[in-house]
């Protein structure tokens, strides 16, 4: 039916990304990128094994399905799932004694650093260069000028900037 594995791929992946989605929305140890690249293996060895040459894409989209989450249910099984309160292998030192006391600030730190890139990742070009300008300290007037904008402009800018702030400060644990 498909020529080449990239025709498959492209017609499929939607599909197939839709899939690995829901199933890691049960399984929240895998990554979806995870559960899709497994899922583009199986769909490579079934492809130049010849399996595929007659399935619908229906056909393929619920064999991927399935085998996705025989995946699952075989990797879930062979996990070894420790407490952070017992003792590792005869040692006398806990998981939890490794852990720093100031861990929930680190991941508070990660988790504002993040999502500071993500608001940042999210400006435009002209947004990003009215930011660093006005974070050297440039006026409204003094920024426009340097654009050649109006200050007008820039007004709306900095309005549209700080929308996508908005959900950085009200974030938990935001400081200025």
Same mark, same amino acid.
């Given at each position: ?100 006391? /100031? ?72 400081? /200025?």
């Amino acid at each position: 039916m498909y020529k080449n594995f990239e025709e498959m791929l492209k017609k499929l992946s939607p599909g197939l990304r839709g899939i690995t989605h829901k199933l890691n929305g049960h399984f929240t140890f895998f990554n979806d990128d995870d559960l899709f690249q497994e899922a583009l293996a199986h769909l490579w060895m079934a492809f130049t094994g010849g399996d595929l040459s007659d399935k619908t894409d229906s056909y393929i989209l619920q064999g991927c399905y399935f085998y996705l989450k025989n995946y699952i249910r075989t990797t879930a099984d062979k996990a070894a799932l420790t407490s952070l309160n017992e003792f590792p292998e005869n040692d006398s030192v806990s998981l939890e004694d490794l852990i720093p006391d /100031n861990s929930q600030n680190i991941a508070k730190e990660i988790d504002e650093k993040l999502l500071r890139e993500s608001v940042v990742e999210s400006l435009d070009t002209r947004e990003r260069e009215v930011l660093k300008l006005a974070y050297d300290g440039l006026t409204v007037r003094e920024i426009g000028k340097r654009l050649n904008i109006s200050h007008v402009m820039v007004v709306k800018i900095r309005s549209r900037i700080k929308g996508k702030i908005k959900p950085l400060k009200d974030s938990p644990g935001y400081q /200025n």
